[in-house]
């Protein structure tokens, strides 16, 4: 009897897919794709954007990339240096595309592209018939739940894990049907460095290799000849590359988690414990299959919580996900359906990062299910396909095979551009957040804090009773939903610093510093400042006070330009200016994009005596200041001619060092 899985398919009469040679088909749905989210490129920056690409000082130092393999690395909290992969893709492309967000989304939709062409790749390797390559393409590029990877600078980190991770599996097509064993061996070795780079990219894409092994082992389509040694060889060649990136995050962090060592409110896991988290999980994982499929459900925030096994919702979602997994199981040991296997084996294995059997930040992201997708996708265009042969058989209509496969992707596309709405701006993302997720606490703060920033920026909106009481409310509900998150505070302590009330600011900061686990750069960077301002303290105290929290900031967090420029300003303030300067100069060369600290470089030049060198500072980066507020531009233009009216212009010689330190960088 013949095997049905060593059989390679067969064209149907009349079938669509086979009139048209493949590469066009294939560049016509990637050209849909790209439609689909075009508009992503007129976004701004949003969510972690302004970590970990905009104020992210460690782009801006390429001579000190080598700390990425040393806990250097974490003791200065680099951003993301248990990636290293990513950080370095990022420096490039800072390098190359600096801080304007229209290339870096340009860049995005191509490395989304990117996947969507090595699935089709991919699939191929695995003689799948050119219909559903074409349609799992199609129907993954276009769904709605990929909104958020592809509208998010910062989530690059998925799309770089994807592709990658999807190019190793591809090299080890190449090393299992090579011809020769020292073929296979190279091509192997390609792939080992190039699943390396997924894992240092995201390290969810650790599971590929046993998907890779899963599929060539089920060979739904059938396989070119392939001895069972050399698979188990290139699958071994994959698994190092993801065991030498382990190996990192250990030697750097001490740990295979970055988020563990300590407690950390941030992780739910920390304050309900893992089995709750895990209960709550299976609940999450069984929604993420609807958004999957329907796209309904999406959201750019979620609530964590917890919840027992006892559950009626738990019980339910982990009968549900049991038996699916019981059901691929079945399929894959009794090779009958080899398909539904790889489908729901891989769809299963790679969730593992996310299940939260390791404690993250966030339980729940709509990005996590950015390589799931990829065997659902395959399972959903295996279904559309075979409905649509159904419908063509049932109504004698060639027309209606292609029905199904037309529904789904103008349902998934519409929904896709609708949820890519939300990434538009912050102040968007957040106002969506806050409806979809009305008792995140994370939401509610960071929505008073745009609000402080804008009332900041104008003295109409500060002096208005109900935007001030409108900020105050965004505050106190992030407390009240969540006292020991560390936003809700700092929104709390920038409030009461607006207000000019410096003992109640300087208490909601300490609170905050109290609770963040990372990140307190800008907590400590405000308590030196707020400190300086407290009425209950002596003057020397306030001092003493100011540098202690500083010389941490400074020690701790050496890559964050806000942080020197705290100290370039506090210095300036106390009437040190000399003091100032290589503080400044190091924000200035840490984030040169900067409005302020151009104009801030400009006050301390016309301090310290050299107004033509102000001068020449200003004019270089005359673009930077039309960012400024016009009423700080007018000001500093008219302190300029103010100075250049009294004093004689001065050479550079007068202190050479000068120019050196605040020509733009």
């Not at 770089?160 to 070795?189: K, Q």
């Not at 994982?285 to 499929?293: I, M, N, R």
């Amino acid at each position: 009897m013949t095997d049905r899985r060593q059989q390679t398919p067969v064209a149907t009469p009349g079938d669509p897919f086979e009139s048209v040679p493949p590469r066009i088909l294939l560049l016509g749905v990637l050209t849909l794709v790209a439609l689909v989210y075009l508009p992503s490129l007129l976004y701004g920056f949003v969510y972690d954007d302004h970590w970990t690409l905009i104020g992210n000082g460690f782009l801006r130092s390429p001579e000190d990339l080598h700390l990425l393999l040393s806990p250097e690395a974490a003791a200065r909290n680099v951003p993301d240096a248990f990636r290293p992969a990513l950080v370095l893709f990022d420096l490039a492309t800072y390098q190359l595309l600096g801080v304007h967000p229209l290339p870096h989304h340009a860049l995005s939709v191509a490395l989304y592209l990117g996947v969507c062409w090595l699935i089709d790749r991919w699939l191929r390797g695995l003689n799948a018939p050119l219909s559903l390559r074409i349609t799992t393409v199609g129907l993954w590029g276009i769904m709605a739940i990929h909104a958020e990877v592809v509208a998010v600078v910062s989530y690059r980190e998925d799309l770089l894990a994807a592709a990658f991770g999807l190019g190793a599996l591809v090299l080890a097509d190449r090393a299992l049907t090579s011809s020769s064993r020292l073929g296979a061996i190279v091509w192997s070795v390609l792939g080992a460095a190039a699943m390396l780079l997924a894992t240092g990219s995201k390290l969810s894409a650790a599971p590929l290799p046993a998907v890779w092994l899963l599929a060539r082992t089920l060979a739904p389509w059938g396989q070119d000849e392939a001895r069972t040694g050399r698979r188990w060889m290139v699958a071994a060649a994959l698994g190092l590359g993801v065991a030498l990136m382990l190996a990192h995050r250990v030697t750097v962090y001490g740990d295979l988690s970055p988020y563990e060592g300590e407690h950390d409110p941030h992780l739910h896991a920390h304050r309900v414990g893992t089995a709750a988290v895990l209960a709550a999980s299976t609940q999450i994982h069984l929604g993420y299959l609807a958004q999957v499929f329907t796209g309904v459900g999406l959201s750019p925030e979620y609530v964590d919580f917890g919840a027992t096994w006892s559950e009626p919702a738990t019980v339910l979602a982990a009968a549900s996900l049991g038996s699916l997994l019981a059901y691929g199981l079945f399929a894959a040991l009794g090779r009958r359906r080899p398909l539904a296997a790889l489908v729901i084996g891989g769809a299963f294995l790679l969730a593992i990062p996310t299940s939260n059997a390791i404690a993250m930040p966030n339980m729940r992201a709509d990005r996590f299910m950015l390589l799931p997708s990829v065997p659902m996708a395959l399972g959903l265009a295996s279904i559309a396909l075979a409905l649509g042969h159904w419908l063509a058989r049932r109504t004698a209509r060639p027309s209606w095979r292609l029905a199904p496969v037309v529904g789904l992707a103008v349902l998934q596309g519409a929904l896709a551009q609708g949820a890519m709405v939300a990434y538009r701006s912050d102040s968007r993302l957040w106002e969506i957040a806050r409806k979809r997720a009305p008792h995140s606490a994370r939401a509610q703060a960071i929505s008073g804090e745009l609000l402080i920033a804008r009332m900041q920026g104008s003295e109409r909106l500060a002096a208005d009773p109900a935007v001030r009481a409108r900020a105050a409310a965004f505050c106190a509900n992030a407390v009240r939903l969540d006292p020991l998150y560390d936003v809700g505070h700092l929104c709390r302590a920038r409030l009461a610093a607006l207000d000019r009330d410096w003992l109640a600011a300087h208490r909601h900061f300490a609170r905050a510093l109290d609770l963040v686990p990372r990140r307190r750069d800008r907590v400590l960077a405000a308590l030196a400042s707020v400190s300086l301002d407290r009425p209950d303290l002596p003057y020397d105290d306030r001092i003493e006070r100011a540098f202690a929290y500083l010389d941490r900031a400074l020690r701790e967090y050496p890559y964050v330009a806000e942080v020197a420029a705290a100290a370039a300003r506090i210095e300036h303030r106390l009437g040190r200016p000399e003091r100032a300067v290589p503080h400044l100069r190091r924000a200035r060369n840490l984030h040169p994009e900067r409005w302020d600290l151009m104009l801030a470089g400009v006050e301390l030049l016309l301090d310290l005596g050299h107004p033509s060198l102000a001068r020449q500072v200003h004019d270089e980066a005359e673009n930077l200041s039309r960012e400024a507020a016009p009423s700080r531009r007018d000001a500093i233009l008219r302190r300029l001619a103010d100075a250049e009216k009294l004093f004689a212009p001065s050479p550079f010689d007068a202190d050479p060092r000068l120019e050196a330190l605040f020509h733009d960088p």
